[in-house]
């Protein structure tokens, strides 16, 4: 999937969160359903070791799920390939028509905005790690987004290599991982490989239209980039400061 790509998805499961969280109109017949769904098992389970490199994802919901919430806001890092998604009742089966990489961790990343079929959303972004090696890689980055005027709940964190400089070209090119805030404004990146660098971005599609616009989108940088090496794989309060230039501006004095 492209970076143009990535970020319609992101902003689909951005707005379904936004809607989500909206008053509920009763449906006819029957009690609101404010139950938000969840995952109640997942193939492979998280921090799985050795699966099979034929291994497909499968997930079991709680209740029936919107089938487009949950492709839009379901991603694999690194990617696998094209996804096949098959459902049967509550549970989704996705697979590749290529093995999975020997000696690869992978992470399953579900947005939190990814609903059920009455429009309740998750409400936390889900990841699920799972290894085709021995064991998984340690890697992790955490922080959290502060901003006054925009959102920080549900907010698309990426990741993109260092080798792209402090600015990359986020119309063009797909993150190496993402996630997203939770409804504490907190996000974490896990399972990442050691002796990488990362540069950490918060993603606002202020317009809503899918992509990446330089005069109209707004994007948080973290001003250096973030080294993991095998004796230091953990960053810790890597956070993100928004600001919205076209805010409305306040001066107090006496």
Known sequence: M???????????????????????????????????????LSVPADSSTRVPQDQDLEFLFSETMDRTSVRDGLRVYPPPGAPSYDWSGRRLR????????????YQAFLSGG?????????????????????????????????AKTLPTKGVPILAYP??????????????????????????AFVALPPGA????????????????????DLVASH?????????RAVADSINLVAVDPR?????SGA
Do not use: M
């Not at 590749?96 to 961790?105: E, V």
């Not at 998750?122 to 922080?143: A, E, K, M, Q």
């Not at 805010?247 to 001066?251: D, G, L």
């Open 2 to 40: 492209t970076a143009r790509g990535w970020a319609r998805a992101a902003a689909l499961a951005f707005a379904a969160l936004l809607a989500g969280c909206a008053k509920s109109v009763p449906p006819p017949g029957g009690p609101i359903d404010t139950t938000a769904p969840r995952v109640v």
């Open 94 to 105: 996705v697979s590749w028509p290529q093995a999975l990489q020997p000696r690869t961790t």
């Open 114 to 146: 990814a609903r059920d079929a009455h429009g309740v959303p998750l409400g936390h972004p889900l990841t699920i790690r799972f290894t085709t090696g021995d064991s998984l890689d340690r890697g992790r980055i955490t922080g959290v987004v502060r």
């Open 162 to 187: 260092e080798s792209l400089g402090l600015t990359p070209d986020f119309t063009q090119v797909e993150p190496s991982y993402a996630t997203e805030t939770d409804t504490a404004a907190a996000y």
């Open 197 to 216: 660098g990362f540069t950490i971005h918060a993603f606002y599609d202020t317009n809503r239209n899918g992509s990446f616009d330089a005069g109209t």
């Open 223 to 231: 001003p250096e980039v973030i080294r993991l090496t095998p004796d």
């Open 247 to 251: 805010a409305p501006a306040f001066v």
